[in-house]
Antibody, heavy 123, light 107 residues
Framework: QVQLVESGGGLVKPGGSLRLSCAAS????????MGWVRQAPGKGLEYVSY????????NYADSVQGRFTISRDNAKNSLYLQMNSLRPDDTAIYYC?????????????????WGQGTLVTVS | DIPMTQSPSSVSASIGDRVTITCRAS??????LAWYQQKPGKAPKLLIY???NLQSGVPSRFSGSGSGTDFTLSISSLQAEDVGTYHC?????????FGGGTKVEIK
């Protein structure tokens, strides 16, 4: 079955860095766009970043642009999020999620499925 | 950016009631809207995509409608297992954006 497992979260001081990983299995990883979505404690979902199936496309929320970098290694079926210059308001659960298949329309950018999330605390 | 506004922010209803949640986009997004269900302590789950298409395995009591700027998620007969928070998301324009969420509780 399709599975996404995030890792790499933890406690970091303001200004610090962290790298999140997402291990994918159960589907042809390099056929799909992938994304990161976060959820601050008690808050709603916030889009963070999205990457194309061959890394030719990347997009970021304004709140993380210039500080976060999304990447993927299709040979390892893995997605990454390098987070630099972390701030207290980056504190959240970070979810990895599968986006659209590369053969689908460019507007089919919903997320299914999602990983269980990894908690990042900046304090 | 396309801000998404959900209402109400919370709703309390009885088992068997019909529940309706609204999501409004700040500009037209055709039918490029998804709905997610998030049960307490769990990751979100895709319910509806393309505004009205039920994701495989989702009970038929869930339905979505709308296009342009105004969208609706309906639960025809609320069940205990439907408790959670529901989120809308536009998939048309980057950056992708989510609504603020609607918490559904049992009265």
């Amino acid at each position: 079955q399709v599975q996404l497992v995030e890792s790499g979260g933890g406690l970091v001081k303001p200004g610090g860095s962290l790298r999140l990983s997402c291990a994918a299995s159960g589907f042809t990883f390099d056929h799909y766009y992938m994304g990161w979505v976060r959820q601050a404690p008690g808050k709603g979902l916030e889009y963070v970043s999205y990457i194309g199936s061959s890394s030719g496309f990347t997009n970021y929320a304004d709140s993380v642009q210039g500080r976060f970098t999304i990447s993927r290694d299709n040979a390892k079926n893995s997605l990454y999020l390098q987070m630099n210059s972390l701030r207290p308001d980056d504190t959240a659960i970070y979810y990895c999620a599968r986006g659209r298949a590369y053969t689908n329309s460019s507007v089919h950018n919903w997320f299914d499925p999602w990983g269980q999330g990894t908690l990042v605390t900046v304090s | 950016d396309i801000p998404m506004t959900q209402s109400p922010s919370s709703v309390s209803a009885s088992i068997g009631d019909r529940v309706t949640i609204t999501c409004r986009a700040s500009q037209g997004i055709a039918s490029w809207l998804a709905w997610y269900q998030q049960k307490p302590g769990k990751a979100p789950k895709l319910l509806i995509y393309g505004a009205s298409n039920l994701q495989s395995g989702v009970p038929s009591r869930f339905s979505g409608s709308g296009s342009g700027t105004d969208f609706t998620l309906s639960i025809s007969s609320l069940q205990a297992e439907d408790v959670g928070t529901y989120h809308c998301q536009q998939s048309d324009i980057f950056p992708l954006t989510f609504g603020g969420g609607t918490k559904v509780e049992i009265k």
